[in-house]
């Protein structure tokens, strides 16, 4: 799966969330190892072996 892709939701595991003034922020990490971070609306991806963020707007 290319990490722009969205992940399965089931696959998806919620490792943390806290509120922020912006709302919820979540981060959840897939059984193949890419992390999202998710708000209202997606803003981010992480795969493994990589420094680089991605912003989705």
Known sequence: MHSR?????LSMT???SHRT?????SYL???CGVW???TARM???ATPGR???MTID
Do not use: F, Y
């Open 43 to 45: 803003v981010g991806l």
């Open 14 to 16: 919620v490792v943390s």
């Open 5 to 9: 892709d969205l992940h399965d939701p």
């Open 21 to 25: 003034s912006e709302g919820v922020v």
């Open 29 to 31: 990490r897939c059984s």
């Open 36 to 38: 999202e971070v998710r």
């Open 51 to 53: 420094r680089s963020k």
